[in-house]
């Protein structure tokens, strides 16, 4: 008898079938927190005992999910980032830098993958850059140019885009798929470039902030998609591909202790594998994605620093046809009608009646959605240029009348103007800079200014 495909196993010894059917059948209490996940190109949420369920969009297109502890959601759609609310509210929509995937001639790709840190402050997503550069050995069968595929993390605010160099929001590339330590660290692994770590630590914040930590003697070079859990007790890594997946104890320790490998699980079906594990608050349960099956749930015992414990349930299918999971300790919606198609009207069927004409209702003030839409592009402007003329703004979708722009440096308000918009939405604008502001600025060799009106936010660095 041999164990069942895509669970997990002790380290040292598999587990029978039976004995883990008959422990699956035991599932756990439900609790407050939930799983967000993707389903047929939308998300979910589901209690982690999968008892209940709920649809949280019904437009289509989502790829992955990430959640805030508050409940708020970052899921990919297409090439953008949509910060969703519990109800499937679209509280921002966000093009990144390399949100460019159908452009053929652009050399970066993404995003791939985001995740929102716990307070819901940042999302980390991974991105590709090819790079095309002369060959030195000149191999004529390629026109003596090589192409080579690079990757890394970058981040930004769930609500607006922001640029790589911004404080805060610092990108790392050689390393992707991020996980969460807490609010201000990342885990990433899966680097492109031997023999760097497979794991390492890194912080948004400061960019002398990577921290090495281990090399999988078993895999080398080929781990990916590393979770750990809230109190580190805890971390899974994916292995061979997808082919495995690693669950290990002492996690919290760091450098220079590496984590131990306490129970491993293996596909034995040709199409299958794991992906996106995910680990409740004190690593007692594991979450993962099965590629033929669905999410899938195992109970773990509570690590030590010098103990495994037993392995009781190695795994059972908690969300069929399901992707994507991420845990959170936000619970899961009351119940709700889905939305329903009008029904169209053929020969055979009479039209619905008209009402009869009533009184116009007033219109009611934009909500705050409605400045999603705004944007503000800043025309390409060396600092020193911008001090002297000004800073050339470009804005788009923002509601008819007059409007006032500033520029923050800091706390400080450096640069201001108005402008009046259309009917089109769209105008020019032109932010002149204080007095107070040129001195503040005068001997920076960069600058990133926060623009604030008309409704949207950008933040852009300046150079001289």
């Known amino acids: 008898m041999h164990d069942a495909p895509s669970f997990l196993r002790r380290r040292t010894a598999g587990l029978a079938a039976a004995a883990l059917a008959a422990l699956a059948a035991a599932a756990p209490a439900a609790h407050a927190d939930s799983l967000a996940y993707i389903k047929a190109g939308n998300v979910f949420l589901s209690t982690t005992d999968g008892a209940r369920s709920y649809q949280v969009t019904f437009d289509g297109g989502y790829s992955t999910v990430s959640q805030a502890d508050s409940g708020r959601m970052i899921a990919l759609r297409g090439d953008k980032l949509r910060h969703l609310e519990r109800d499937g509210r679209v509280i921002a929509e966000i093009v990144t830098p390399v949100s460019m995937t159908k452009d053929p001639s652009m050399s970066f790709r993404g995003p791939f993958d985001p995740e929102i840190s716990p307070d819901g402050r940042r999302v980390a997503y991974t991105y590709y850059w090819q790079y095309t550069g002369y060959d030195p050995y000149c191999n004529v069968t390629n026109d003596c140019y090589v192409k080579r595929l690079y990757h890394g993390t970058a981040f930004t605010d769930p609500n607006r885009l922001t640029a790589w160099d911004e404080p805060g929001f610092l990108r790392r590339s050689g390393w992707i798929d991020a996980a969460w330590v807490d609010n201000g660290t990342v885990l990433l692994s899966d680097p492109y470039i031997q023999p760097n770590e497979d794991t390492v630590l890194w912080s948004p914040d400061d960019k002398d902030s990577l921290r090495r930590w281990f090399q999988d003697p078993q895999y080398p070079g080929d781990v990916a998609e590393a979770a750990i859990s809230r109190d580190k007790s805890a971390m899974a890594t994916i292995t061979d591909n997808g082919g495995g997946m690693s669950v290990l104890r002492s996690a919290g320790l760091f450098y220079p202790d590496y984590p131990v490998r306490c129970f491993e699980g293996k596909i034995e079906e ?31 015992p509570r690590f030590t620093a010098t103990d495994c414990g037993v392995l009781e349930d190695g795994g059972q299918l908690l969300v069929a046809g399901a992707t994507s999971p991420s845990w959170g300790p936000a619970g899961v919606p009351p119940a709700r009608p889905a939305p329903q198609k009008p029904t169209p009207v053929t020969p055979d069927t009479p039209a619905p009646p008209v009402a009869a004409p009533t009184a116009p209702v007033p219109a009611q003030p934009a909500g705050p959605l409605a400045a999603v839409e705004v944007k503000l592009a800043v025309t390409k402007a060396k600092l020193r240029a911008a001090l002297k003329k000004g800073l050339a703004l470009r804005i788009t979708g923002a509601p008819g009348g007059r409007h006032t722009l500033a520029a923050k440096y800091g706390k400080a308000t450096v640069a201001k103007g108005t402008v009046t918009v259309g009917a089109s939405g769209t105008a020019k604008a032109t932010l002149r800079f204080t007095a107070a502001g040129k001195r503040k600025l005068a001997k920076r060799k960069r600058a990133a200014l926060r623009i604030t009106g008309a409704g949207a936010a950008v933040t852009v660095t300046l150079k001289r």
């Open 270 to 300: 040709a199409g299958d594998g794991f992906a996106s594990p995910t680990f409740n608050a004190n690593g007692t349960r594991l979450f993962w994605a099965s590629a033929k099956e669905g999410i899938k749930a195992a109970t773990l």
